[in-house]
């Protein structure tokens, strides 16, 4: 109800305010060399720290009182990219005021977007836009309703005889159906893909990747939490994935509803979703993509699902046999695509490279990307997707 | 990356997790009287306190810490509906991690929904649903992209042919675009609505309420912030909203793009800024909306824009005459709707009361509408959306 005019903020050494902040707020502020500052008002606080994600450091970096009662740390050069970030006030881990809050870890946090030099292709740009839709659809799966984003390319209005082929992208574990859109910027990276013709339109459609069956315990995703396999974890999911929400979205768009036109991806946790649901599903998607996702071969195990009690990667009897015939593999799925960040941890990169080499030594045909120099964060997935995108329906 | 299978949280005394908690947290935990559990776990804290909006009751509402080192405390009961809340962590204020984050006060603030027993009007049922699209859009008046929702009705997209009426609805001071949805499942309510044939199918564009003019400095809005006026605060983003919103929805949207088709309405600032936007406008609009917005009819005097500083309301003068001729008011305008909760602060009620008798005994025809029980809060507004939406289009 109140409202003033106040100068822009602007630190004396240049420093600009994330463009994760909310309006108007000064800090978290970027300086040239990505490192960041913070800030935190709490006069009668004991200890205050940052913590974060792998791409800001070390952490977590103790803050220093003023005479103001406002606490504050500059923390050494970070990853560029998106970072979840929150302040640890005398032992509780808190949101920063100043900034945004995305769905990670199971529950709103706070982020910090740092700018890569040159990286303009997760902008917004003055280009045609599609748009993000929210849509809700009842799933027999879960007895609940769901809600899906849904981007639809430039153009869908306007060309009401047309039909799109299928992305379905998945977030990770302790994510949402928004971290694609927010996190990853999903529908710019594909707004700019399209306007320069690199990437056919598509429909992208990013949903929820939780499920517990009617009647049944809830299964939970978060840091924390015990071990699990593969089938318990991901079967629910599976069979909305396969029985409710392809029927709802080709009910609902002008999607080419064939395997040819349908391709799925997801990042870690995601990732695994995807491999576990379309090498079961190869009549219904022809293009698969695993982003950082830990290699589970094994879908009966209980093990860990992050990859880190990993057996070698067998080609004849991973993922059920789905490799084992490599030459009809290759002349029905038209993309494999694994991808892995450089400074990720060991089980990612190891598990994934390797399974990328054991596939391509046996005969399978598969696209293996590396982001140099990212972590298992979202910068790392969205030159992902960068790179996924103009491979899909081409 | 973890998964577990984890029996659903429920309280002895048969409370149930609140619907705005995060999947799997057992507080806020809503009991039968509309009191409300909250539990925060900080061992090292030395005082923790739960504060928030209106509905929530008097507090703070200090907080005891058990032998675990979890702090709690059950509020008294509160009023139904969404509330906004904080808990004060040794005197800083934080969000609860197990609650969804609401963009409210300026900042991400945790929410709690309290059930109303027998309103249904604003859950989602098994009725045809529209979507809410994130549209993209260039400003010239602010230089920017924008982002606004837009609600598209039930079979819009199956009826390629037909043309819809345009309401444009807006939050409140330290709110945004998100909070119509968010908080308020105005989505929801329409849905619910158009199912009964109790309203046309429209579409609802809801915007951010927020506008500065290119190469000048901020326009601030929040608590805390000092005096302004109407014509300051306002008159950017009546720009943007005549040149640059309506233009782009109607070259991107089906709307019937004439003034019998287009309402604005808004809530608490989003109703000041409807009747200063509108009555400058009556060739663009023909219903209008103001919900618990304060009444400010002297669009240049510096005063608070709450509704504090009250002068008899003119209806000669006020808002530079728009009413000074009823009947041709009353020729022009299809709806002039006015409406507040009964427990709203006194500036409010008052100012909002005595404005509608003096309008209906000038001769000017205003709908005034009470939510009875109701505070500065979204219950008010959703039941508010619930009576004007039916008048709108008919």
């Known amino acids: 109800m109140i409202v003033e005019v106040a100068p822009t903020a602007r630190a004396a050494d240049q420093s600009s305010p994330a463009a ?22 709490a006069p009668e606080a004991r200890t205050v720290q940052v913590a974060g994600g792998d791409g800001l450091g070390a952490g977590p970096f103790p803050m220093t009182k003023d005479a103001d009662g406002t606490w504050s ?79 639809t390319p430039p153009g869908y209005d306007k060309n009401p005889k047309d039909r799109y082929p299928v992305l379905i992208l998945q977030h990770g574990s302790g994510e949402d159906e928004t971290g694609w859109t927010r996190q990853g910027r999903a529908q710019f990276i594909l707004d700019n893909l399209i306007a320069s013709a690199k990437a056919a339109p598509m429909i992208v459609v990013m949903d929820r990747g939780y499920a517990t069956r009617v009647a049944s315990p809830a299964v939970k995703f978060g840091p924390g939490s015990p071990l699990g396999n593969a089938k318990l974890a991901f079967s629910a999911f599976e069979d909305v994935i396969i029985h409710d929400l392809i029927p709802s979205i080709d009910a609902s768009y002008r999607t080419i509803p064939d395997r040819e036109h ?60 789905a490799f084992a015939n490599p030459s009809a593999f290759n002349s029905r799925v038209k993309l494999l695509w694994l991808g892995v960040g450089t400074v990720e941890p060991e089980q990612f990169r190891t598990g994934i490279g390797e399974a990328a080499l054991a596939l391509e030594e046996a005969g399978v045909r598969v696209t293996y990307f590396e982001s140099k120099g990212t972590a298992h964060e979202w910068q790392t997935w969205r030159r992902d997707l960068n790179d996924l995108v103009p491979r899909l329906f081409r």
Chains 1, 2 share one sequence.
């Open 20 to 41: 994760s902040n909310v309006p108007g707020a000064p800090t978290p502020s970027i300086h040239a060399d990505r490192s960041i500052t913070f800030t935190l008002k």
């Open 262 to 321: 349908r391709a799925m991806a997801g990042l870690s946790m995601g990732g695994m979703q995807t491999l576990f649901i379309t090498l079961h599903h190869l009549d219904t998607f022809a293009y698969i993509g695993s982003l950082s996702g830990p290699i589970v071969p094994d879908l009966d195990s209980k093990q860990p699902l992050d990859g880190t009690h990993r057996a070698p990667f067998d080609t004849k009897t991973a993922y059920e046999g």
């Open 73 to 151: 740390v500059t923390t050494p050069p970070a990853v560029a990219g998106f970072h979840y970030y929150w302040f640890v006030l005398d032992g509780v881990s808190v949101n920063d005021p100043s900034s945004e809050t995305f769905f990670g870890y199971g529950k709103e946090t706070s982020g910090v977007e740092v700018p890569e030099p040159g990286a303009d292709y997760y902008a917004i740009a003055d280009v045609p836009h599609g748009e993000v839709r929210a849509k809700w659809y009842l799933s027999k799966t879960t007895g609940e309703w769901r809600r899906a984003l849904v981007y």
